[in-house]
């Protein structure tokens, strides 16, 4: 049954894309996207996510948050003998979920010296299967005001809480997408974006609220965001006079350098990360 959920999902993609190639995706669009990027997939833990941290650090369950009336518990993690107070970094999982690959960045984070906040957009659920994700993504995309307060208040805890000098947010895949967004939110507050393959914007006028530089990476043989969407987004970048880099990796596709997954790519992977960590070397702490 999956396989064949995840057929019909690529059959009604490519419908989708070749009556708006260009178009930044909807919601529908953008869901199935996402089902026929991770095909057969399965939340296994990639290279990326099995490193250890440069330097020891401390993590722990927070409340960072109130959503609905319900509270939201994320991840937090920071150097166990850094000197406070640490820029921080929201750290946005992917379509799986808060699972522990996504810890494990967060504590990657905290050994390059800063204070990261992995949140949680699910409610404490976690995807073990492409189906469980599709359900899960689909939740928060018909209540993204719910997932905004969420991403704001995680901003508050590392400025107001853990008195981030300077905080910047990180995402993969749909992590990525809600990375785009945060900054989109949060124009005057966050001094660094990073966005691995999420969806992109092309309305010149909502990406000209950016006033942070932002990094972004894709990859040309993903099907779902695919060249044509890139080049787009690069264009409105540039008309909206954004302080962007846009990078493209040959031979990967959707999800090459996700914490978790079988889509992985070495080479990519590592040239992505190893840029990921000056960009906010430079921007959170001026290095």
């Known amino acids: 049954m999956q396989r064949n959920l995840l057929l019909i999902a690529s059959i009604l993609l490519l419908a989708a894309l070749v009556v708006s190639p260009v178009m930044a995706m909807n919601n529908q669009q953008y869901l199935l996207a996402m089902a026929a990027m991770h095909a057969d997939d399965a939340p296994m833990a990639s290279p990326i996510a099995l490193q250890k941290?440069?330097?020891?650090?401390?993590?722990?369950?927070?409340?960072?948050?109130?959503?609905?009336?319900?509270?939201v518990r994320g991840y937090f993690s920071e150097p166990l003998h850094g000197k406070h107070p640490l820029p921080g970094i929201i750290v946005i999982h992917e379509w799986w979920g808060l699972n522990d690959n996504i810890r494990h960045m967060a504590d990657q984070l905290a050994?390059?010296?800063?204070?990261?906040?992995?949140?949680d957009l699910y409610h404490g659920q976690v995807a073990t299967t492409?189906?469980?994700?599709?359900?899960?993504?689909?939740?928060?995309?018909?209540?993204t005001a719910a997932a905004s307060s969420n991403l704001r208040q995680a901003y508050v805890y590392l400025h107001d809480t853990e008195h981030a000098p300077r905080v910047g947010v990180i995402g993969w895949c749909f992590g990525g997408g809600w990375s785009l967004e945060t900054a989109l939110m949060l124009p005057d507050k966050l001094s660094a974006a990073v966005m691995y393959y999420g969806r992109p914007v092309d309305d010149?006028?909502?990406?000209?609220?950016?006033?942070?530089?932002?990094?972004?990476?894709?990859?040309?043989e993903d099907r779902g965001i695919t060249v044509k969407d890139v080049q787009a987004f690069e264009r409105a970048l540039k008309a909206?006079?954004?302080?962007?880099?846009?990078?493209e990796y040959p031979g990967a596709g959707?999800?090459?350098?996700?914490p978790s997954g079988e889509n992985y790519r070495p080479a990519a992977a590592a040239d992505a990360w190893k840029r990921t960590l000056a960009f906010f070397a430079r921007y959170l702490r001026g290095a």
């Open 53 to 71: 941290p440069t330097q020891p650090v401390h993590g722990a369950e927070v409340v960072y948050a109130t959503v609905n009336g319900k509270p």
């Open 111 to 119: 050994g390059e010296g800063y204070a990261a906040l992995a949140v």
């Open 130 to 143: 492409p189906d469980a994700a599709v359900k899960l993504m689909k939740g928060v995309l018909a209540d």
């Open 204 to 220: 010149v006028t909502e990406l000209s609220k950016l006033k942070m530089p932002l990094l972004g990476f894709f990859g040309e």
């Open 240 to 247: 909206a006079k954004v302080s962007a880099e846009i990078r």
């Open 254 to 258: 959707h999800a090459f350098a996700n």
